[in-house]
């Protein structure tokens, strides 16, 4: 059963831009973290950005520090990924996932700290 779902991966130039958006289907998710991972061809998994329920508490990989912006419509539940200054390396399958019952203090950011996850949605940045 599909509990999140993203929408708004696509083809970029390089140096542009690209909104992801990732709302929940079925229930709600508004007192976990929700976060975002992506995973290119050959390569595992990896943490992107989370934000906490109230949107006061972001977390970033450092590969995406200053380009990627992450934040939370709390009234829709809706989570979002904006990316700018996209670089081919960003290519990859862009996951929503969710985590309950994490301190502010320390934030989830592994793969094994969230239970619940998306399909996925492509993004493709061309040289």
């Known amino acids: 059963q599909v509990e999140l779902v993203e929408s708004g991966g696509g083809l970029v130039q390089a140096g542009g831009s690209l909104r992801v958006s990732c709302a929940p289907s079925g229930r709600t998710f508004s007192s976990y973290y929700l976060g975002w991972f992506r995973q290119a061809p050959g390569k595992e998994r990896e943490f992107v950005a989370t934000?906490?329920?109230?949107?006061?508490?972001?977390h970033y990989a450092d590969s995406v520090k200053g380009r990627f912006a992450i934040s939370r419509d709390k009234v829709k539940n809706t989570v979002f990924l904006q990316m700018n200054s996209l670089k081919p390396e960003d290519t990859a399958v862009y996951y929503c996932?969710?985590?309950?019952?994490?301190?502010?203090?320390?934030?989830?950011?592994?793969?094994?700290?969230?239970?619940?996850w998306g399909q996925g949605t492509q993004v493709t940045v061309s040289s």
């Open positions: 934000i906490n329920w109230s949107g006061s508490i972001l």
């Open positions: 996932a969710a985590a309950g019952n994490f301190l502010d203090s320390s934030p989830p950011r592994f793969r094994h700290n969230y239970g619940h």
